[in-house]
């Protein structure tokens, strides 16, 4: 090897153990650049993304489209009240957790989202959503989607990339664990998603659950509020069957959520306790009241 | 000077059609990595000292725009600090990636590409491999679905696939531009007994 190969050899792995060495702080501007530039065209592909999609679908006469556009009209004033009904519920729940002298009365309020990116990276089940620090969006702050009369879970928020932007680690990852708890029970598990994720539809898996237990296919799943992370009641999805071990049971759930057709989340912003702890860690802004929060 | 200039405004341009690259769920979400394919391609026509230049910023740059921090299950009881990838390690991924394929630049310069696009789409399933043995490694147990070989290896010929238009453009652009893919440093100097040539 010439003089020169081995210059550049050991230049190279000095770069790179000086890269591996950056601290959270510098990752997090180095990625707010690049975000800063990429942006554009990741709105672009975004909305590329959309029109394959709608050419995909069969084409509809203007009447058929009429009748659509009522249909999602009528939609979103029954989501907007649901939305409204799961923030007085929220509100009431931290009620009595005050009642209980387990948290600080903190009124939820919720920010409303839109995906920019899906599937950024291999490994990892990620989304790029619109909102980030200006907003308040901190890390691990829970993302939801409303589910007919019930808000379903999507994940919680990995790294607030930017000002306007935030990478959401969804539940169909191994990583995003959630406490659940089944239907009418007290019996509570880890649920978590399949390493990579790799189906199109991919199971959830709830573990830890005493052997004992009975579930039945169709039986739905909920957060259990343990961790103070999600909060309780958020639709998970529903058992598809059961496998009791020695120890344990485990069992096999259907994502309440169908993660591919996701255009509209909302982020649970953190309270005020709960504030300071990510956004501090992710060196994040403190986060402020948004205009665009849906409060009842 | 000016076929760097040209790779590198190439692998610019790579990272901004990436964005609009889609996964493919019927291949269990695999799809294109042009950027890998781009920087392997150019890897096969570039000396070494420059082939590690385009690993370090192609990978940086992947990084800065890819890099998820997850942190492994001991971090929360704070004896973990790193992620499960450490930001740069797909810097580490190229390097590697760069200097495997580099034992096919003569071939390349011969013009024979048969080996140079098995290798490229080799080495972009290779670095995935890397990449998911780590994430094992973190997380415990080795999981092999069947979902997962097919990823792989969709993953992987696609980048095949691509390779052939990626090394034409190189070539014509070399021959336009006048540079000539030399092949010094994997010279055999010595005979098989030892003594020097």
Redesign the interface.
């Known amino acids: 090897m010439s003089r020169l190969n081995i210059i550049f050899l050991l230049t190279f792995v000095g770069l790179l153990i000086w890269v591996t060495l950056f601290q959270p702080d510098s990752i997090g501007k180095i990625q707010r650049g690049a975000m800063v530039v990429t942006r554009p065209f990741m709105g672009a592909s975004n909305e590329l993304d959309g029109a394959v999609r709608a050419l995909a679908n069969e084409p509809l006469s203007p009447a058929q489209v009429k009748a659509k556009l009522a249909a999602a009209e009528q939609e979103r004033d029954r989501l907007r009240l649901e939305v409204i009904q799961l923030d007085e519920i929220l509100s009431e729940n931290n009620q009595l957790r005050n009642a209980l002298q387990y948290l600080e009365k903190s009124p939820l309020s919720l920010v409303a989202s839109r995906v920019i990116s899906r599937k950024p990276s291999n490994w990892y089940n990620t989304l790029v959503i619109d909102k980030g620090s200006d907003e308040g969006v901190a890390v691990d702050s829970p993302v939801i989607v409303p589910l007919g009369e019930e808000a379903g879970l999507v994940g919680k928020i990995s790294e607030v990339i930017g000002p306007h932007s935030a990478l959401v680690l969804l539940l169909t990852d191994e990583m995003c664990q959630v406490s659940a708890k089944l239907q009418n029970s007290q019996e509570q598990g880890i649920l978590s998603g399949e390493r990579g994720a790799l189906r199109t539809l991919p199971n959830l898996h709830l573990r830890y659950l005493p052997k004992e237990i009975v579930a039945t296919p169709g039986l739905k799943i909920f957060s259990s509020g343990m961790g103070e992370l999600f909060p309780a009641n958020l639709l998970l999805g529903e058992v598809v069957n059961l496998r009791a071990s020695v120890i344990d049971a485990e069992a096999v759930v259907k994502p309440a959520v169908n993660f591919d057709n996701l255009v509209d989340l909302f982020v649970i912003l953190p309270t005020k306790d709960a504030k300071a702890l990510p956004a501090d860690a992710a060196g994040v802004p403190d986060p402020v009241t948004p205009s665009t929060s849906v409060k009842p | 000077m000016r076929f760097f200039l040209f790779v590198t405004l190439l692998i610019l341009l790579s ?2 059609l990436q ?2 690259l ?2 493919f ?2 291949a ?2 695999s799809r294109l ?1 042009l950027v890998h394919a781009v920087f392997l391609a150019a890897a096969v026509a570039v000396p ?2 420059a082939m ?2 385009f ?2 910023f192609t990978g ?2 992947w990084d ?7 942190y492994p299950g001991a971090s929360v009881t704070g004896l973990i600090t790193q992620t499960e ?5 797909t ?2 991924i190229f ?1 590697v990636m760069g200097a495997l394929i580099q034992g096919v630049r003569p071939l390349f310069r011969r013009g024979r590409w048969e080996l140079p696009v098995f290798m490229i789409g080799f080495c972009t399933g290779l670095g ?1 491999v890397f ?2 043995l780590i ?2 490694f973190h ?1 415990g147990g080795l ?1 092999l ?1 069947p ?2 070989l ?2 792989l290896l969709m993953t992987a010929l696609f980048s095949s696939l691509v390779s052939p238009f990626l090394l034409l453009l190189f070539s014509r652009v070399a021959d336009r531009m006048r540079y000539r893919i030399r092949t ?2 994997l010279k055999r100097r010595h005979t098989y007994d030892g003594d020097a040539l």
């Open positions: 990272f901004i964005e609009f889609p996964t769920e019927w269990y979400g990595l070494f000292p590690l230049t690993a370090f940086l740059l800065a725009r890819y890099f998820v921090p997850i990838l450490p930001f740069g390690f810097i580490l390097g995935l990449e998911y994430i094992s997380r999981e679905p979902e997962l097919w990823k010094e440093g």
